[in-house]
T-cell receptor, first 113, second 111 residues
Framework: DAGITQSPRHKVTETGTPVTLRCHQT?????MYWYRQDPGHGLRLIHY???????DKGEVSDGYSVSRSKTEDFLLTLESATSSQTSVYFC????????????FGPGTRLLVL | GENVEQHPSTLSVQEGDSAVIKCTYS??????FPWYKQELGKRPQLIID?????GEKKDQRIAVTLNKTAKHFSLHITETQPEDSAVYFC??????????FGAGTTVTVRA
């Protein structure tokens, strides 16, 4: 499991409220990723990080921001949650840059009412 | 950016038969192609991967083939078993450590 945990694992919130999801890894991996998974769309990259304070946008970044102040933590924030952000969110880390294999966390199921 | 298409979206096979899932990609610079298996309510897990300098790779009952010229790659599962029932995702990486995923194939193995 590459030592990846996500919190919370489940969350119900209301439209317009801010939400922060946390990804924590214990393997000192440099790259970390946030994906969302929706039926019919596979996994889509929201944001990723290639080091402390180094982040970049993915293909579906609108409405999301991220921060990485420590190697082990990568936070995803929904500034003002909308119903379209109801999804399952997965964090991932890159094992090694040579292997290119990404390992996924257990996921966070978010429901925005 | 990279665009990965995956077919079929659902696949039902009789136990013991083979299953084949096909993916195409758009960026000829892609050089790493992993396959993930996701059981219901679980995280995606890597089952096999292949790099652009290899045409085929096998691991017990699963194999992946890559045709760089046609820009497509396939997952083959032989002698399917009930535990092979899951959603399978293909992906492609253009050497920038970002994966583009296909939409997934739901495989059901009938006993």
């Amino acid at each position: 499991d590459a030592g990846i945990t996500q919190s919370p694992r489940h969350k119900v919130t209301e439209t317009g409220t801010p939400v922060t999801l946390r990804c924590h890894q214990t393997e000192n991996h440099r790259y970390m990723y946030w994906y969302r998974q929706d039926p019919g769309h596979g996994l889509r990259l929201i944001h990723y990080s290639y080091g402390v304070k180094d982040t970049d946008k993915g293909e579906v970044s609108d409405g999301y921001s991220v921060s990485r102040s420590k190697t082990e933590d990568f936070l995803l924030t929904l500034e003002s949650a909308t119903s379209s952000q109801t999804s399952v969110y997965f964090c991932a880390t890159l094992g090694t840059e040579y292997q290119e294999t990404q390992y996924f966390g257990p996921g966070t199921r978010l429901l925005v009412l | 950016g990279e665009n990965v298409e995956q077919h079929p979206s659902t696949l039902s096979v009789q136990e013991g038969d083979s299953a084949v899932i096909k993916c195409t990609y758009s960026d000829s610079a892609s050089n790493y192609f992993p396959w993930y298996k996701q059981e219901l309510g679980k995280r995606p897990q890597l089952i096999i991967d292949i790099r652009s300098n290899v045409g085929e790779k096998k691991d017990q009952r699963i194999a992946v083939t890559l045709n760089k010229t046609a820009k497509h790659f396939s997952l083959h599962i032989t002698e399917t078993q009930p535990e092979d029932s899951a959603v399978y995702f293909c992906a492609a990486d253009t050497n920038d450590y970002k994966l583009s995923f296909g939409a997934g194939t739901t495989v059901t193995v009938r006993a």
